[in-house]
């Protein structure tokens, strides 16, 4: 099989958000789709590594901000690269507060929507949320960001360099180094070191 045919699906980029007492945390996804209507309902498949999806294990609610095509890479290192585990991540971050009493990010998203779990399946490394929908708004008419204008406008380009490493077959993500180890996640995508290829 070639793995490259999954790039192939579209997917929108996301920031994940839930509350748990009077924290606040978020993660990048990519996996959010609707999938009836009535009753109003979406998925959303979350890293089990994710401080994030542990969260929404424990409060079974969150909120989804639909990034545009105004998104900075900024936002991506912030929400992706660090962990809420030992970080603030809505430091310097444009927020407001739905009725659920969740965080969802104002600038560079085109809407946000509310869920409350119904259902959980266990995905191995990931969990898959399905929930109701229990608010949401839309905040622009800008483009949704997908993962080609992620690559294409939003990602800097890496200079070709002497430098070892590997990259992911998924999102492009560099690890940089002489070996990858084999436990390794992606901070953009949370696939593991399989989806690893050297430079």
Known sequence: MDHKVMNKLSYGLFVLTAKDGDKDNGCIINT???????????????????????????????????LDESATFDTFKQFGFQSGRDTDKFVQINFERAENGIAYLTNECNGYISGKVVETVDLGTHTLFLADVTGGAVLSENASATYAYYHAN??????????????????????????????FVCPICKHGAEDFKPL
Request: net charge positive.
């Open 32 to 66: 959010a789709s609707q999938v009836t209507t009535s009753p109003n309902r979406m998925i959303i498949t979350v890293n089990k590594d994710n401080y994030t999806h542990d969260m929404i294990i424990k409060t079974r609610e969150f909120n989804v901000s639909i």
């Open 154 to 183: 939003i990602k800097p380009s890496k200079k070709p360099s002497e430098k070892k490493g590997y990259i992911c077959t998924i999102c492009g993500y560099i690890y940089e180094g002489d070996s990858l180890p084999a436990d």
